[in-house]
């Protein structure tokens, strides 16, 4: 099976950075999509930001111009820059990847654990 553990996350004061890793273990021949995902206490698992294999980007509008995702497909790791980080961003962040091919078999829709992300103001 493959596990997605996420890493970087911490307190920190508004205006300031924190840059979040996810690292993908286990037999992977392939990851098609990864993605950073998050929840606030009380709301809805939210997108912030996603990107394909091919490099393809997609941004939640709240976070765009201000996070850049990225990802090493030889190490199957996706990373999160988050700048000029708001109070608003607080949540916990999760990793995602859409579909996963491993050597015997296809998983789809597989979360990290999540790591927490405080701003403070």
């Known amino acids: 099976q493959v596990q997605l553990v996420e890493s970087g996350g911490g307190l920190v004061q508004a205006g300031g950075s924190l840059r979040l890793s996810c690292a993908a273990s286990?037999?992977?021949?392939?990851?098609?999509?990864m993605g950073w995902y998050r929840q606030a206490p009380g709301k809805q698992r939210e997108l912030v930001a996603t990107i394909t294999t091919g490099g393809s980007t997609n941004y939640a509008d709240s976070v765009k111009g201000r996070f850049t995702i990225s990802r090493d497909n030889a190490k199957n790791t996706v990373s999160l820059q988050m700048n000029s980080l708001k109070p608003e961003d607080t949540a916990v962040y999760y990793c995602n990847a859409d579909r996963v091919r491993l050597i015997t078999r296809w998983e789809s829709d597989i979360w990290g654990q999540g790591t927490q992300v405080t701003v403070s103001s």
């Open positions: 286990g037999s992977i021949f392939s990851i098609n999509a």
